[in-house]
T-cell receptor, first 116, second 114 residues
């Protein structure tokens, strides 16, 4: 069974640019979450999508956005990049549907973004 | 304000001995807790979880203990093996249908010494 796939794995951008990251969940998983990992803050929740709808959003500015497609694939976008956006962005999928406990998240290897 | 705290950034344990990783939380609404393990250049992988209706959950060499009154949980690894060297994240959630994402601690780097 293929795992969660994230692309690109590494990318370098400059301040003010925008970036789009892609995530393909495990087949059959309809929930996709995004997390930001930085050395100082650990793993922080960005947002979760289920059936193309954003169900919850973490405490991040509006520059961070995302969407989910009908095949459950998800993208996240960061506009007007800042130096502090340099981080590992992790996508996770789960079987979870409404009304269930969070359960196990399956993480991808992440997209490492460097903002210069 | 950090709601999930792992106060030990690193922990060194001898192979074969017990590893105890600790986690404290402040949000009394949390009712589901998980531990994840992360190797360098890989995403975190799920290890074990516990619901607040329990105080212990075992899975092979891994046991998680929950003390709700102290808002504290711990992960015990017995016996510790070299492959256990990784960063361990404690995570918590408001379950029962809530759509909140997991709240993670900053992680503890466990080093198993031969």
């Amino acid at each position: 069974k293929a795992g969660v796939t994230q692309t690109p794995r590494y990318l370098i951008k400059t301040r003010g640019q925008q970036v789009t990251l892609s995530c393909s969940p495990i087949s059959g998983h309809r929930s996709v979450s995004w997390y930001q990992q930085t050395p100082g803050q650990g793993l922080q929740f960005l947002f979760e999508y289920f059936s193309e709808t954003q169900r919850n959003k973490g405490n991040f500015p509006g520059r961070f956005s995302g969407r989910q497609f009908s095949n459950s694939r998800s993208e996240m976008n960061v506009s007007t990049l800042e130096l502090g956006d340099s981080a590992l962005y992790l996508c996770a999928s789960s079987r979870r549907s409404g009304g269930q406990l969070p359960g196990e998240l399956f993480f991808g290897e992440g997209s490492r973004l460097t903002v210069l | 304000d950090q709601q999930v705290k792992q106060n030990s950034p690193s922990l060194s344990v001898q192979e074969g001995r017990i590893s105890i990783l600790n986690c404290d939380y402040t949000n009394s609404m949390f009712d589901y807790f998980l531990w994840y393990k992360k190797y360098p250049a890989e995403g975190p992988t799920f290890l074990i979880s516990i619901s607040s209706i329990k105080d212990k959950n075992e899975d092979g060499r891994f046991t998680v203990f929950l003390n709700k009154s102290a808002k504290h949980l711990s992960l015990h690894i017995v016996p510790s093996q070299p492959g256990d060297s990784a960063v361990y994240f404690c995570a918590a959630s408001v379950g029962g249908g809530g759509a909140d994402g997991l709240t993670f601690g900053k992680g503890t780097h466990l080093i198993i010494q031969p």
